[in-house]
C-alpha cells in the first residue's frame, strides 16, 4: 500500500517539474528575443512571471503542510528540503529572464555588436541545454547527471569573460556605445547567474540522493 506521503511527495515532484519547464520556456524567449530583438516577446516575459511565483509560493505552501502534519525524516525530508530549495533556485532563474528581457527593450538594434550578440546566444543555449537537462536529471534523480550538468558552467563562465572584455574594449573605443556596452554586460551576467542557480538545483539532487551539501562547479573570477 502506498504511504500517503508518497503520494504529497510526487505532487511536489510534479508541480517542480511543471516550473521548471515554464522557467525553462521564460529563458528560452529570452534568448529569441535577443536573438530577433523582438520587444514584444520580452514584454511577454515580463508578464508572465507571476504564473512561475504563483508555482513556488504554492510549493512553500505545500512543503510546509507535510512537514508540520507529516513529520517526515531521512529521505523523504531531503527531497522535501531539496524541492523547497530548489523551487527557489527555479523562482531566481525565471528574476533572471524578466532581466534580461528587460534590458533587450533597452537595447538598440542600429549600435548592437555582432560578435557580442553570438557570444550571448551560445552562453544562452549552454544554459538552456544545462536548465533542460537538470529537470532531466531531477525526474530521474540522477546524482551523476546532476554532477556533470555542474561541471558545464565552466564554460558559462568563459564566455562571460570573453563577452566583458569584449564590451568594455568597445565602450572605452566608442563612448556612444557605453549604454549598450553596459546592457550587454547585464545581459551576460544574468546568464552567468542563471548557470549558478542551476548549479546549486544539481547540489539539491546530490543532497537528496547522498544526504549532505556538496559544493560542485564553483569558479570565482
Known sequence: MQRHIDTQIQALRQEFITMGLEVKASLEKAIISLKEDDKQAAKEIIEH?????NHETHLEKKTAQI???QSPVAGDL?????ILKASSDLERLA???????K?????KEERRDDEIDMMIV?????VLEMLASILKAYTEMDEKLAIKIAEMDAGNDGIFLDIRKRAMDLIKTNPKFASEGIDYLQIANHLERSGDYITNIAE????????KITELG???F
Do not use: F
Open 95 to 101: 528574476d533572471h529572464a524578466v532581466s534580461i528581457a
Open 103 to 107: 534590458n533587450v527593450l533597452l537595447l
Open 204 to 211: 539539491w539532487i546530490v543532497y537528496t540522493k547522498k544526504g
Open 122 to 126: 551560445k552562453m544562452g543555449d549552454n
Open 218 to 220: 564553483r569558479n570565482d
Open 78 to 82: 531531503r527531497e522535501i528540503i531539496s
Open 67 to 69: 512537514i508540520a502534519l
Open 49 to 53: 512571471d507571476e504564473v512561475i511565483n
